[in-house]
């Protein structure tokens, strides 16, 4: 199968973990076999795939705000004509990115990436232009598409619930953990909780700051370190908190080898990779009863209410007392989900959408 990845909403380093499974996607399609997959990418992320050829629209750029997302989707619209021509290869056309823009032709069959439907489950931590945005280009899109892939069971569910998509049409991808890219560690770790998350709000972060302050009644040399993008928007910490931002992969691995444990209070998730991230480097994991992330960590973390302080503080202190276990327990959790695997259901996706369109 000829297949485009259509990815020209792309933002490098401002999409979260979306960004991290397209580019895994990019290289675990090249050793796939049935299918020859190119990737279609905007200027401002030339070089993103990796594994497979890549074209890149230098008339396309985004910029990682609502406003500027608009603008290339109206941008990508009013060339439409032209831009089909780069996805004319092609007998499926898969949008990573959610965003089917633009719209392949009638011969081509359609394959969306829907990662979550969180818009319809917290609105209140969205904006009216995000709302808008969302409802036009990912539920239309999704409810048009010869099939859907999304990333966890509970997200599928929820997608069946709320838009009303025949199950049949949704296939479920779980993300993979490429572990030879980590380096477990199974003995001592420092004083510190982790955690890996941009700054937006259902990351829950001001609940996270409340419970390791009461943890720090009992050990007041525990300190905290936040990583990822848009930290600016939690305002001033304690100087307890280290707010690192952007780090490096190797910066963060090495922070996952060392953190007393990791703690991973999101109240809503697709799916949730940093705490298999964290697992395969061996760090113990106190983790959210919420959305995906329970049916991802399975038995190998420690689950607390992530609106409740308290159970936050109590996660995290049974994750650390309990680190040995959870340790090795977490290497082998984390390599079941593999980018292999991962690839295959997308294979598989590909092959039903073309038989379906």
């Not at 396309?60 to 990682?64: G, Q």
């Not at 359609?110 to 990662?115: A, F, G, K, N, Y």
């Not at 009216?128 to 409802?135: I, N, P, Q, S």
């Not at 600016?232 to 908190?241: M, Q």
């Given at each position: 199968m000829r297949v485009a990845l259509s990815m020209l909403t792309l933002v490098p380093g401002g999409m979260g973990g979306s960004e991290t499974y397209a580019s895994a996607l990019t290289a675990s399609l090249a050793a796939t076999d049935g299918v020859d997959a190119r990737a279609v990418v905007p200027a401002n992320a030339r070089g993103f795939s990796r594994g497979i050829p890549e074209t890149v629209v230098e008339s396309?750029?985004?910029?990682?705000s609502t406003a500027g997302r608009l603008a290339a989707v109206a941008s990508i619209l009013a060339q439409s004509s032209r831009l089909r021509r780069t996805l004319d290869f092609a007998d499926v056309v898969h949008f990573p990115f959610t965003v089917v823009a633009p719209k392949p032709t009638r011969r081509q069959a359609?394959?969306?990436?829907?990662?979550d439907v969180q818009h319809l489950e917290l609105p209140q931590m969205f904006?009216?232009?995000?709302?808008?945005?969302?409802?036009?280009?990912?539920e239309g899109a999704a409810r048009n598409a010869d099939?859907?892939?999304?990333?966890s069971h509970f997200a599928k569910q929820r997608m069946?619930?709320?838009?009303?998509?025949?199950?049949?049409?949704?296939?479920?991808a779980h993300l993979g953990v490429d572990v030879s890219r980590f380096t477990p560690n199974t003995g001592d770790r420092e004083n510190f909780v982790l955690y890996p998350a941009r700054g937006w709000p259902h990351k829950n972060h001001a609940r996270l700051i409340e419970a390791v302050a009461l943890l720090r009644r009992e050990d007041p040399t525990l300190r905290l370190v936040l990583t990822g993008g848009g930290l600016?928007?939690?305002?001033?910490?304690?100087?307890?908190?280290e707010k690192r931002g952007l780090v490096s992969v190797e910066e963060l691995h090495r922070l996952y080898r060392t953190a007393a444990a990791m703690a991973f209070p999101s109240l809503y998730?697709?799916?949730g990779l940093p705490p298999l991230e964290a697992m395969a480097s061996g760090c113990p994991v106190a983790a959210a009863d919420a959305?995906?992330?329970p049916e991802v960590v399975g038995d190998a973390a420690v689950l607390f209410d992530p609106r409740d302080v308290e159970d936050i503080a109590r996660g995290i202190s049974e994750a650390i007392a309990r680190g040995a276990e959870l340790s090795v327990g977490g290497v082998g959790h984390a390599a079941r989900f593999t980018w292999e695997a991962c690839a295959e259901v997308h294979a598989s996706a590909y092959a039903q959408a073309l038989a379906a369109h």
């Open positions: 396309v750029t985004v910029k990682a359609t394959v969306q990436s829907l990662l904006s009216r232009a995000e709302l808008l945005y969302r409802r036009r280009f990912y099939v859907v892939i999304t990333i069946v619930e709320l838009l009303g998509i025949p199950e049949e049409r949704i296939r479920v600016d928007t939690l305002g001033e910490l304690p100087d307890w908190v998730e697709g799916f959305g995906s992330i």
